[in-house]
């Protein structure tokens, strides 16, 4: 099996036609062409199905897919540390975190790391039902919430958050200081597929106080969940550093009273020494939680300084 094929197969999967990712690969269209086709004999699988000029994967190509998309990664920076070690920069720190963290946790965090000049890094999405092995991937650290069963990475637990209530601007139930499960039974919920981490402790949260939500929209985007709340559509429950970040647009947070929490935690292959690049990223990442999160985060004494306790 030939990496240009894989190749191949890939930039027809992210631009969805055989001209997209000849423009990707600098080829032809019959050269990619020939690659896919050669792939398919070599796997024997059928991996597109034709629609007009589009191309429709497979069930197969799909799979597929998810199996190679991070083997593929790692070839990448195999080439970009060759590139790096030539022109004497440092190594490119791979960053994966899942969406919620990427929305403005990270980005937040490596702006504030990358006024040195010599931060290299490349960031990658973290979907949890794949997980990150460090036999298939490439990563230097991973930002998730915890537990993260998917993974032989070592896990190490920066903060705890608590859940806030995203209300549309204006909402009645923006008067009060603090908003009780039983307060939502009756409002318009945006919520979590169930598949989600987040939904799993809602639902438990909701068992223990004896309720059930009847949910009018279901989405697995927090950010998407919070956009909509904005637009005021109903009221959602969310990650407090995500929920933060939706505040220019109108939304009020509100704690919520014996309300589930997310642990938020790093991924790394092993002990990070004091100093090193990746440590002083996740020094970073732990500060902009605590900034953007205020008194919803609560930091792990590793990670406070000296006189910092609940914020």
């Known amino acids: 099996m030939r990496v240009d094929w894989l190749n191949a197969f890939r ?17 032809t269209q019959p050269q990619v062409s020939r690659m896919i086709s050669g792939l398919e004999r070599d796997l024997d699988l059928k991996l ?3 629609e007009g000029r589009r191309l429709i994967p ?11 998309e991070p083997i593929l990664n790692s070839l990448d920076a195999m080439r970009d540390s060759a590139q790096a070690i030539k022109e004497k920069r440092g190594r490119r720190i791979v960053i ?5 963290h990427l929305h403005s946790l990270v980005p937040e965090a490596i702006a504030d790391v990358a ?18 092995w460090t036999g298939r991937d490439n990563v230097d650290l991973a930002v998730v919430a915890l537990p993260f069963t998917q993974t032989d990475l070592h896990q190490i637990i920066f903060a705890v958050a608590d859940v806030v209530v995203v209300l549309p601007k204006g909402h009645r139930l923006a008067a009060r200081s603090r908003i009780a499960m039983k307060d939502l039974a009756t409002e318009r919920l945006i919520a979590l ?19 059930l939500l009847n949910p009018r929209i279901e989405t697995t985007s927090g950010a998407t969940a919070c956009e909509l709340a904005a637009r005021g ?40 020494a004091a100093g090193h690049p990746v440590r ?6 732990a500060r902009t939680a605590a900034r953007l999160g205020g008194r919803s985060i609560t930091l792990e004494p590793q990670w406070r300084k000296p006189a910092e306790g609940r914020r």
């Open 48 to 50: 597109f199905q034709r």
């Open 193 to 211: 597929r169930a598949t989600t981490l987040l939904r799993a402790q809602i639902d438990m949260a909701l068992a223990r106080a004896g309720l």
């Open 115 to 132: 006024r040195d000049t010599n931060f290299n890094c490349a960031v990658d999405i973290c979907m949890r039902a794949l997980g990150l």
């Open 233 to 272: 559509l109903g009221v959602t429950l969310a990650d407090p550093v995500l929920a933060a970040s939706f505040q220019d647009k109108g939304v009020e947070l509100r704690p919520l009273a014996a309300g589930p929490q997310l642990t938020y935690g790093f991924l790394v292959p092993g002990a990070v």
């Open 280 to 285: 002083r990223l996740m020094e970073a990442i």
């Open 58 to 68: 497979t069930p197969e190509a799909l799979e597929f897919h998810q199996q190679i």
């Open 11 to 27: 930039a027809v999967m992210q631009t969805g036609t055989v001209t997209g990712a000849a423009a990707v690969m600098l080829r």
């Open 96 to 100: 994966s975190a899942e969406p919620f």
